[in-house]
């Protein structure tokens, strides 16, 4: 489930820094100067002064943790601390329960420059509570489970019961007590592929499964970058490809180890002469000049571009190892051993090492994810995960303005594809598998493609609509809707969309939640009312995400009466607009991410329902439509499908579900109506007749334990 954003009640809390209020929901405070504020709006950061400040949100951590009512067996550790230049914070935690690592617990909190808390972004919003801790599974058996669920690999295996962790698995409304697994086998990366398997401790259920290797594949790749010039460090006896100005990365030659242990035959490169490679695969060398001089502008991107100084922020660079494994087209980032592997191609493209700029910049960009949103590599975290890699390996091409690899919007396109690249960005279905348009299948469909929506929104953000010439390749930006619009340019959208991923995604973000941060991440670095921040909405409603903001410069709409003309009788049929859910959000407007396609909750009809409420702490929400046509004639009703499941007793009404039509209260659900089915529920409408309404389902819950309301199939007639 992804990130929920809803504004709850304020809970007092005074922090070490003075007497605070930590609001559920982020700041929505933003300047309206037209200026954009540099770096993404972040000041760099020294490694001892990161450090000091990871250490006192360390100590804050307690107090954080129950002023946003989460429970005594909860804790916080601080991740990372992000400074704006006007000196607010955006401190971001993991998160325990009784000791166990939560999968979907992590979570940002924002202070203003006064040190006040201003508001919270939460993977899984409010406490976190489990029956018990401990497993009906051995972790032997959840190895097993894990191995018979896996589906990235073939011949899957693991290490028994020391493969298995248990965890508490929160990506849902309902935590609940789990096992992560590494499985290895045959797979995308080769014979050396490692896929996590998540699976119900009680059960063996699969929760989920994804890749652990996030590299970029395909049937051919390669390139060098020619002539260029690359830090070394001088020895006693020669030098090595060690890059001192860069956090010490050091440039190893694996000798054809095993992507299991790349280590294992390596060893650093070094020769008596500065003058390394021949610009050909016949000499190692040529591959580690590659690696390094991309792994060299990764790193200046970030820093000139925000004040990141390396991919974790704290000045280390990453060991790389060229030459890994045999016949092995890929390249892929780990974050277990904080490297980056290269492969030397494969008889399909020439064996040419895979060591192209972009391929570096994507690469390393999974490790600055991982150590910011650490976006969940499935469903359409995944997707968003991979985008964010495209993004900003393409910033990174472009940044090195490489003669041999002009910046462009194609990814790999030095890799000798068939397609000419791996994906394009200006039209990703061009590759007959990527989504260009968001779906609401879209969290079902293989992170590298579903990763085109958001490869598509930043394009047509960057460049806008038409058709360009860029690093001269073709381009055309065309959209999901047949709007036209200018873009901001791919130097304030990679701005955008930096600033969203370390100081307001999640974990579980959904490109729905994607769209909410990057247009907070606009207001805040262009002013609410910017035209930078509308063009994002536009971006975003080109590729089906939402809808457009108004136009600054264009006064808001009349809105439409709420009662139909004399003479202009309503529908007799369905009124809703997707009342099933199939299309996701359409025609809905959601308080927080109610209307899901998990398979941690049944639907009542199709694959899409809405699941309101489920936290265990006080809390409210809303799922509406407006300018709803209630026939005029007959007996009008509202019928909708309900399951409730609840942790509460007893009759006494602790959780609510209200039904409300232009704010009166027709109906009330609680957890009293718990059951192990859906039941259709029938409300009368004839007061309505002939009328345009607002309908809402407004839930509410206590501090305690938890109810959730499984709306599905909601029609009138």
């Known amino acids: 489930m992804s990130r929920k954003n809803t504004l709850a009640a304020a809970v007092a809390a005074a922090l070490a820094l003075g007497t605070v209020t930590v609001v559920v929901t982020q700041s929505t405070a933003a300047a309206d100067s037209p200026t954009a504020r540099p ?28 002023s946003l009512g989460f429970g005594p067996d909860e804790r916080l550790a601080a991740k990372d601390v992000l400074t704006d230049t006007d000196g607010a914070r955006h401190v971001r935690y993991d998160r325990t329960y009784r000791g166990l690592p939560v999968i979907g617990g992590d979570l940002v909190v924002h202070y203003d420059k006064n040190g006040k808390a201003s508001g919270s972004d939460q993977a899984h919003r409010g406490a976190i509570k489990v029956a018990a801790v401990t497993p009906k599974l051995s972790a032997g058996e959840a190895s097993a489970a894990a191995v018979r669920h896996a589906k990235h690999v073939k011949n899957a295996k693991t290490d028994g019961a020391d493969g298995s962790t248990l965890v508490v698995y929160a990506v849902g409304k309902v935590p609940v007590l789990a096992y992560r697994s590494t499985v290895t086998g045959d797979g995308e990366a080769g014979a050396g592929s490692r896929e996590a398997v998540i699976v119900d401790a009680g059960s063996g259920a699969p929760l989920d499964q994804y890749e652990l290797h996030q590299g970029i594949g395909g049937t051919g790749n390669g390139v060098t970058v020619g002539q260029v010039s690359i830090e070394t460090t001088q020895t006693a006896s020669g030098y090595t490809l060690t890059d001192a100005s860069h956090g010490g990365t050091i440039v190893y030659d694996a000798y054809n180890s095993p992507q299991s242990n790349p280590r294992q035959n390596a060893r650093a490169f070094a020769r008596t002469t500065n003058t390394w490679g021949n610009g050909t695969a016949s000499s190692r060398e040529s591959a580690a000049v590659d690696a390094s001089y991309g792994l060299a502008k990764t790193w200046d991107f970030y820093k000139s571009a925000f004040n990141r100084s390396g991919i974790r922020n704290d000045g280390r660079g ?50 600055v994810t991982a150590a910011t949103a650490n976006l969940n590599y499935s469903g359409e975290s995944g997707g968003l995960n991979e985008a964010t890699s495209d993004i900003f390996g393409t910033m990174v091409e472009f940044y090195a303005g490489n003669s041999n690899d002009p910046g462009d919007y194609y990814i ?36 590298h493609y579903s990763s085109g929506i958001a490869n598509h929104f930043f394009y047509l953000a960057s460049e806008g609509t038409g058709a360009k010439t860029i690093g001269g390749r073709a381009h055309n930006g065309t959209t999901c809707n047949n709007d036209t619009f ?20 999640t974990s579980t973000t959904s490109y729905a939640s994607a769209r909410t941060a990057t247009l907070q991440a606009a207001a805040d670095l262009y002013g609410t009312n910017s035209q930078e921040r509308y063009l994002v909405s536009k971006a975003w409603a080109a590729v089906s995400v939402g809808t457009a903001l108004p136009d600054p410069g264009t006064p808001t709409p009349t809105p439409t009466p709420t009662s139909t003309p004399t003479g202009s009788p309503s529908p007799s049929g369905n009124a809703l607009t997707n009342g099933g859910f199939e299309q996701g959000t359409a025609g809905w407007t959601q308080s927080a991410d109610d209307i899901t396609s998990s398979t941690l909750q049944p639907s009542h009809g199709g694959s899409w329902y809405a699941a309101m409420m489920g936290y265990g702490t006080s809390a409210t929400e809303s799922l509406s439509q407006a300018n709803i046509a209630v026939p005029s004639v007959g007996s009008p009703k509202l019928t909708f499908w309900l399951k409730v499941s609840t942790q509460e007793s007893g009759a006494t009404a602790y959780d609510t579900l209200k039904v409300n039509v232009n704010g009166t209260t027709l109906a009330t659900y609680s957890n ?20 345009n309404v607002k309908l809402e389902f407004a839930g509410a819950e206590d501090p305690y334990l938890t109810t959730v309301f499984l709306l599905d199939d909601v029609a009138i007639g």
């Open 39 to 66: 770096g993404a709006g972040l000041r760099a950061m020294a490694a001892d002064v990161r450090a000091e400040a990871i250490r006192t949100a360390d100590r804050e951590a307690d107090t954080v943790a129950k």
């Open 412 to 447: 790999g396109e030095k890799l000798n594809m068939p397609n000419g690249s791996l994906r394009r960005m200006d039209n990703p279905a061009s590759d007959g598998n990527s989504l260009g348009c968001w779906t609401s299948s879209a969290g079902t469909v293989d992170v």
């Open 486 to 505: 200018t873009g901001i340019g791919k130097d304030k959208a990679a701005a955008v969309w930096y600033r969203a991923l370390t100081a307001y995604m």
């Open 318 to 367: 990453a060991p790389a190892y060229v030459h890994v494994d045999n016949q092995l087209v890929n390249a892929f980032y780990d974050d277990n051993c904080f490297c980056m592997y290269f492969g030397d191609g494969s008889s399909q493209n020439g064996n040419t090492p895979v060591t192209a700029v972009d391929v570096a910049g994507h690469e390393m960009s999974h490790g």
């Open 672 to 691: 009293a109506n718990a059951g192990s089915a859906y039941l259709q529920k029938t409300v009368d409408l004839s007061s309505y007749k002939g009328q």
